[in-house]
T-cell receptor, first 113, second 112 residues
Framework: NAGVTQTPKFQVLKTGQSMTLQCAQD?????MSWYRQDPGMGLRLIHY???????DQGEVPNGYNVSRSTTEDFPLRLLSAAPSQTSVYFC????????????FGSGTRLTVV | GESVGLHLPTLSVQEGDNSIINCAYS??????FIWYKQESGKGPQFIID?????DKRQGQRVTVLLNKTVKHLSLQIAATQPGDSAVYFC???????????FGGGTRLMVKP
């Protein structure tokens, strides 16, 4: 049982490049989400999904796309990277039933130059 | 917009003392609250949660108190240890599977 696995751990992009951050969980969680965390700040929700084929926008969705083709995977795509997207990105998953909290991955540190 | 916030950005306590971390929330429709601990370079780690139909919940060395009248949440850590040093976040949720909104975080520093 690996929990929530994020890849890569570190990435440097040039402005305008695109890339996909990977997130996979093996706990059969219905709910998956992506957050970004800027220095000294809390986490802000980018996109989330309550099940395969269903996605929705969070607080800061602009510049990001997601899809949920399987229960296990929830990739985050940066369409055209901008310096403002420099951040640490966390993927989280949970059961829809309350009481289990959310399990977070270890994060991807992204720098856009 | 509605948000979750914290009163104290940094809290310094002596090892062995009790710690209290506070959080104010503004969304009266929120019905589920979670406290997370985040150590440097790691993802947030679930500590304890509470539903809005409760006002207190206890775990191992931790207690969460919820005061819906004044929209206030607190995390109490008993006999604080050096390993408790981290940033603590409160988070709120309105509906299951909906948006989990985080506060800005409080850094807890434990002095030996």
């Amino acid at each position: 049982n690996a929990g929530v696995t994020q890849t890569p751990k570190f990435q440097v992009l040039k402005t305008g490049q695109s890339m996909t951050l990977q997130c996979a969980q093996d706990m059969n969680h219905e709910y998956m989400s992506w957050y970004r965390q800027d220095p000294g700040m809390g986490l802000r929700l980018i996109h989330y999904s309550v099940g395969a084929g269903i996605t929705d926008q969070g607080e800061v969705p602009n510049g990001y796309n997601v899809s949920r083709s399987t229960t296990e995977d929830f990739p985050l795509r940066l369409l055209s990277a901008a310096p403002s997207q420099t951040s640490v990105y966390f993927c989280a998953s949970s059961y829809l039933d309350r009481g289990y909290g959310y399990t977070f991955g270890s994060g991807t540190r992204l720098t856009v130059v | 917009g509605e948000s979750v916030g914290l009163h104290l950005p940094t809290l310094s306590v002596q090892e062995g003392d009790n710690s209290i971390i506070n959080c104010a929330y503004s969304n009266s429709a929120s019905d589920y609250f979670i406290w997370y601990k985040q150590e440097s370079g790691k993802g947030p780690q679930f500590i304890i949660d509470i539903r809005s139909n409760m006002d207190k919940r206890q775990g191992q060395r931790v207690t969460v108190l919820l005061n819906k009248t004044v929209k206030h949440l607190s995390l109490q850590i008993a006999a604080t240890q050096p390993g408790d040093s981290a940033v603590y976040f409160c988070a709120e949720e309105k509906d299951a599977g909906n948006m989990l909104t985080f506060g800005g975080g409080t850094r807890l520093m434990v002095k030996p």
